[in-house]
């Protein structure tokens, strides 16, 4: 049985906030207040990406493969572009430091992008047709 997208998104917000707990006190805490800041927003988003793509995946189980596809594909190129422009807010706008948002939203990207891949690849597939 797949996990439920809240279960996905509890599991997710969990990992960020105890990665973040652990890595403080020796790393984050020692940066400036705005590349605290900047940390956390990148964690943020790595978190929200990961749960649209999960909400995506659930929500296109069981339809027709060409669904399936348009909502995977396409929700990708959507997230893309509202992780760019969320990443250009956070600079432009808001003033965060450039680097320490790149490497903690990477930094998460490629953590979740792991688990979404072993999660899906310890799912149950289904008996092919004889």
């Not at 069981?62 to 572009?81: P, Q």
């Amino acid at each position: 049985m797949a996990m439920s997208l809240s279960r996905y998104a509890l599991l997710a917000v969990a990992l960020a906030l105890g990665s973040l707990a652990v890595l403080w006190p020796p790393v984050v805490g020692a940066l400036a207040r705005e590349a605290r800041w900047a940390v956390v927003a990148g964690a943020g988003l790595a978190v929200a990406n990961t749960v649209a793509a999960h909400g995506l995946v659930r929500w296109s189980e069981g339809r027709a493969a060409n669904a399936f596809v348009t909502a995977i594909l396409g929700g990708m190129v959507t997230r893309m572009g509202v992780m760019l422009g969320a990443v250009l807010v956070a600079v432009l706008l808001l003033g965060l430091p450039q680097v320490p948002l790149v490497v903690s939203l990477l930094g998460y990207f490629t953590f979740f992008l792991v688990l979404e891949l072993r999660l899906a690849s310890r799912r149950p597939r289904p008996e092919p047709a004889r």
